[in-house]
């Protein structure tokens, strides 16, 4: 027997809530643990919100995958897997942080410091003309 794939779309006007209120839809904006959206997505926790971005390769676990979240006013974009995080506009990757905590301002963060020695712990380039290389103790 064959199976049909049937996409279904909500359409909704006005408040829309759920018999047990896990989003909501107000004026076209989503609020998830918030009636009152103020952008095309709102996310409201009382203690710590979190978005987590998971693939098959990452896995699904809490400890898995690349979460940003907020606790009290301070922000957080944590790669929990040991690969870098990019960081880019302009479609050009413009900083990586690997896995080890050094960081790449326009250069690849792994180059070897001016002795040859040793990974880089904070390095900064611009174009061919300046390059500023620290290194690990």
Not at 69 to 91: I, P
Request: proline letters at 3%; aromatic letters at 10%; a positive charge.
């Amino acid at each position: 027997s064959s199976r049909r794939r049937h996409t279904r779309y909500i359409s909704v006007t006005g408040v829309q809530t759920c018999a047990l209120p896990i989003f909501y839809i107000n004026a076209g904006n989503v609020g998830i643990g918030t009636s009152s959206p103020n952008y095309k997505l709102s996310i409201y926790d009382a203690s710590t919100p979190r978005i987590q971005l998971t693939n098959s390769t990452s896995g699904t676990a809490t400890t898995d995958g690349y979460v940003i979240y907020t606790s009290g006013t301070a922000a957080y974009f944590l790669n929990r897997e040991a690969d870098a995080t990019y960081f880019g506009n302009n479609n050009t990757v413009q900083a990586t942080l690997d896995s080890s905590g050094s960081l790449g301002l326009g250069v690849t963060p792994l180059a070897n410091g001016a002795s040859g020695s040793g990974y880089a712990q904070l390095a900064i380039g611009y174009g061919a003309g300046f390059t500023l290389i620290g290194t690990k103790r």
